[in-house]
């Protein structure tokens, strides 16, 4: 007994093939691993550019522009401190929002002012 069905039989049954699973693993990949040579920013980027403004940014602003949660922010900031980043923690003086700066980039000296990355 045959149980293998036609195309045509398979569409009349319901059966649907997914795309995904028929293309292979190499070419589902590809398109994932090409999107940071795009152009666009990782959030670790993008929190570097935040913190690098002049006078820092506030929590609750980095919270928004991320979608990260209080606790992930701090994360993310403790981890720029171990790979040498120089990150100075205030208060706000208006709402008493916690605020991150980044005072010195790694290799550099505390004393040189840090320009935000365009």
Known sequence: ?????????????????????????????????GASKSGT??????????????????????????GWQAHTVRAAVSGLRKRGFEVATSKSAKSGEIVYAIKARPGTEAAEPVEASS
Do not use: C, F, W, Y
């Open 1 to 33: 007994m045959n149980t293998q069905m036609t195309k045509s039989e398979a569409d009349q049954n319901g059966v649907v093939q997914s795309v995904a699973a028929s293309k292979p693993r190499q070419a589902r990949g590809a398109s994932r691993a």
């Open 41 to 66: 920013k990782s959030k670790q980027d993008q929190l570097i550019a935040l913190l690098s403004k002049h006078n820092g940014t506030r929590i609750s602003v980095i919270i928004g522009r991320l």
